[in-house]
């Protein structure tokens, strides 16, 4: 898919997984044992994070936050737990969840605050809290396409979060690129079939554009 992917290896187990899926095919997932995150130990190239525009934590260590850091701006899922406290470093967005029990957020757990932090909602869209406390609400991109199912849609939602930060937008238009991701991940099953090409990411920005 156009990646490139730089691995450390464990001598433990991957955690295991049971899966629940409903009528519609929907799929939820208990996971079992321990998670395994990249560490700042690891043989990795973390002195690329200077020069990188906008990176996306979704697990690790303390340490592994605190060199993530270096990097232009941070996005942190709250499944990064623990390490996020401990760190002790300020992130740009905290995504969060507005509804799963195991993904929510209190304010006060990370210090420093977190600049922004994003509550989704599912297909009702999401909330942003700003520094001073403001929330204001946001909607949700119509699904591209047929329906496939949602497995991935999170994810992809904050990944078009990191890049729209990435890419120097303010926090509002960056989560507009994170609505259109993760609406385009539905329209497949599994994670990465209906994922956006590059060029349905540049027509949707011109459409955008042109709306106003």
């Given amino acids: 898919m156009g990646l ?15 899966v629940y899926l ?18 700042a130990g690891d043989d ?4 690329e994070l200077d020069s990188t525009d906008a990176v996306y934590v979704t697990a690790g260590n303390a340490e592994t936050v605190r060199t993530a850091r270096r990097a232009g701006k941070v996005v942190a ?7 996020l406290v401990e760190a002790g470093v300020q992130i740009d967005v905290l ?15 990370i210090t420093p605050e977190p600049l922004w932090v994003v509550r989704t ?8 809290q700003t520094p001073d406390g403001k929330i204001t609400h946001w909607d949700a991109n119509p699904p591209f396409g047929p329906h496939g199912d949602t497995y991935g849609a999170g994810d992809s939602f904050a990944g078009g979060i990191t890049l729209g930060l990435g890419s120097g937008l303010a926090i509002e238009d960056a989560i507009a690129v994170g609505a259109f991701c ?3 991940a539905i329209r497949g099953r ?3 079939v209906g994922q956006a090409t590059l060029e349905e990411y540049h027509e949707w920005q011109k459409a955008r554009e042109t709306s106003g």
């Fill in 190 to 192: 599994g994670p990465y």
């Fill in 22 to 39: 409903d009528s519609e095919g929907e799929r939820t997932i208990t996971t079992i044992g321990e998670r395994v995150g990249p560490e």
């Fill in 44 to 47: 990795l190239p973390w002195d």
């Fill in 182 to 184: 993760g609406a385009s």
């Fill in 4 to 18: 490139r992917v730089e691995a450390a290896r464990r001598d433990s187990d991957q955690r295991r997984a049971f």
């Fill in 121 to 128: 909602d599912g297909a009702r869209g999401g909330s942003l």
């Fill in 77 to 83: 899922s709250v499944r990064t737990g623990a390490a």
């Fill in 95 to 109: 995504v969060a969840s507005a509804n799963d029990k195991g993904e929510q957020y209190v304010a006060g757990t």
